[in-house]
Nanobody
């Protein structure tokens, strides 16, 4: 069982940066692949980025490549999402998620077993 708690969201202007954190409970954080998803009002929850258990492999949605960076610190049981050059279209509730995996990561949200409660990111123009 893993419990996930996101933090770091807020209201920023276009072009600003934010760093989201996701704190995980449990001693087995290192065996889980992790991902960030986001959901805007009236839209589906979309994949933003993912990282494998070690942090050595990452994947991103095309819309955030070159602007967002996902990382993890297994010694602190924490996942991060550094978001730079934010745009109004990045406005959404951001969720972290986890699933047990020894290989890579996935964009398929159905694979993820555990979810945080979400943190709101609002980017004004």
């Amino acid at each position: 069982q893993v419990q996930l708690v996101e933090s770091g969201g807020g209201l920023v202007q276009a072009g600003d940066s934010l760093r989201l954190s996701c704190a995980a409970s449990g001693r087995t954080f290192g065996i889980y692949a992790m991902g960030w998803f986001r959901q805007a009002p009236g839209k589906e929850r979309d994949f933003v980025g993912g990282v494998n258990w070690s942090g050595g492999y990452t994947d991103y949605a095309d819309s955030v490549k070159g602007r967002f960076t996902i990382s993890r610190d297994n010694t602190k049981n924490t996942l991060y999402l550094q978001m730079n050059s934010l745009r109004p279209e990045d406005t959404a509730v951001y969720y972290c998620a986890a699933y047990r995996s020894a290989f890579g990561t996935t964009i398929d949200r159905r694979k993820y077993e555990y979810w945080g409660q979400g943190t709101q990111v609002t980017v004004s123009s």
